[in-house]
């Protein structure tokens, strides 16, 4: 079986908005749904849980009968850091299915609703052969190290930006979520490598990018008019 965590219990306080960045309207429905839509669109998905913030499950469950939004997902709350949102997401799949070494877990943000069925399928395809990966982008801007009055340039072609989904054998990310949160999770990928696991990268997409600011809905709004 594969699973997807997609986590969609955060605040957004970056949009300048009372709502959080995943349930704003987006080309006449939340942001969430296009993720969820993607999702469910793909080859590749048995299951699809969905963690949100405990205070929101009336206003989804409300959203869901205003879109008659009927798409089948499994909902789990999210906890005060996203490490504990993803681990609850975990445990709600560890006490309703049962995990064998061929179930693979992908994690995915509420907010990045353009992810293609290509990319979805190519990073499974990667989890298969190297049991952990995370999709990423060569930067293609100057880097710098260090703070405003002291710091250096780096080598470009050694910096990746990383997205989600990050998709791991079941087992493997079960086990991580066993230790105790570190601020240096940044990533389910820096959970998994604390572990001492290997991690690999699989080529992103430009267009799989992540709501975060107000401009960012109309840079989605465009690539959806694409599809």
């Known amino acids: ?129 190297h049991q952990a990966i995370v999709l990423a982008q060569k930067s293609i801007e100057s880097v710098r190290k260090g703070t405003p009055t002291s710091n250096q340039a780096i080598d470009r072609d050694q910096i990746w930006m990383i997205q989600t989904p990050q998709v791991f054998q079941a087992a493997l990310l079960l086990d991580a979520y066993q230790q105790t949160e570190d601020p240096l999770f940044t990533d389910d990928a820096s959970v998994v490598e604390k572990m001492g696991k290997h991690i690999s990268m699989v080529e992103g997409d430009s267009k799989n990018i992540k709501i975060t600011y107000p401009q960012d809905l109309q840079i989605a709004q465009f690539y959806l008019s694409l599809i």
């Open 1 to 129: 079986m594969n699973f997807v965590i997609i986590v969609a219990a955060g605040t957004g306080n970056r949009m300048n908005s009372d709502l959080p960045k995943q349930f704003i309207e987006l080309n006449g429905k939340p942001v969430i749904m296009h993720t969820i839509d993607r999702f469910f669109q793909s080859d590749e998905m048995t299951e699809i849980v969905v963690v949100i913030s405990q205070e929101m499950e009336v206003f989804w469950k409300d959203l869901c009968l205003k879109h008659q939004f009927s798409i089948p997902v499994h909902l789990a709350f999210g906890g005060n850091t996203r490490f504990s949102s993803v681990k609850n997401g975990i445990q709600y799949i560890q006490q309703n299915f049962n995990i064998g070494p061929a179930d693979y877990i992908a994690v995915h943000d509420g907010a990045r609703p353009i992810i293609s069925k290509d990319l979805i399928s190519r990073a499974f395809q990667g989890a298969y052969e």
